[in-house]
DNA sequence: TATAATTACTACGACAGGTAAAGTACGACA
DNA sequence: TGTCGTACTTTACCTGTCGTAGTAATTATA
């Protein structure tokens, strides 16, 4: 399972990401992810809602509310230019990251294994 | 530069990753990682420390002062078994953290870079 | 000789992101 | 009528990071 600390910090990123896809709202993009990632990664509903409030908060997506005559209201989120922008960042970032702890990270069989 | 938010959570594994190599103390380990990073990532003197107390209280870890006799005294640090272990385990979840983040990050010139 | 820089920490308080727990609200289905 | 699935919201708490500051000894520089 990924510990929380891990993922902190892309959570931002991964919503963004899908709402490049197109305009979507919390329990679908919720789905999303585990889909996605094969249950790998499960995104806990208050994170996510903390996540769009945060988003919403820095103009990189902006809300409305669905039409829906049936069921509860959605409210959708649609992805901002700065949003897009961010989000290219970040992809930028984690190419960085990846290299930066990979250099701490050793193969596996390399300090005895067995 | 890289957010702290990012990299949260791979601080101690980081620091467990230089202690395999050796015993080492703070001021050393912090330069090591400037220098093995190029500079690219410089953890802080208190998140250094901090994660000190954190591994040495989870066992990961264990101290005892250096033998100097000029100079303000050091104190070393040496991975225990369990500290080892946790590590490895890191490192697996790394590996699996990476494949998630990556499904959705997309390639940089995906969205119109230009 | 003074003082700045480097080494090697320690203490304190603030902040931000993640999370558990609980609740609200609606429709479908048995 | 009750439970399940959808779709959130609120609150309060925890943890890791970090800014700031201070201590203490040695070494470099003016």
Redesign the interface.
């Given at each position: 399972m990924?510990?929380?600390?891990?993922?902190?910090?892309?959570n931002d990123?991964?919503i963004l990401?899908?709402l490049?896809e197109g305009d979507s709202y919390g329990y679908e993009i919720s789905k999303n992810i585990r889909q996605?990632?094969d249950e790998?990664?499960i995104m806990k509903e208050t994170t996510l809602y903390s996540a769009f409030n945060r988003l919403e908060k820095n103009g990189y997506i902006e809300s409305y509310y669905g039409e829906e005559t049936q069921g509860k209201r959605r409210t959708y989120f649609k992805i901002t230019p700065s949003g897009?922008t961010y989000y290219?960042e970040k992809?930028?970032?984690?190419?960085?990251?990846?290299?930066?702890?990979n250099?701490?990270?050793?193969e596996?069989n390399e300090?005895g294994?067995n």
């Open positions: 990924i510990s929380s600390d891990v993922i902190r910090g892309y990123t991964i990401s899908l490049l996605i990632t790998q990664y897009i290219k992809c930028e970032e984690w190419d960085i990251t990846q290299k930066v702890v250099k701490f990270i050793k596996l300090y294994n």
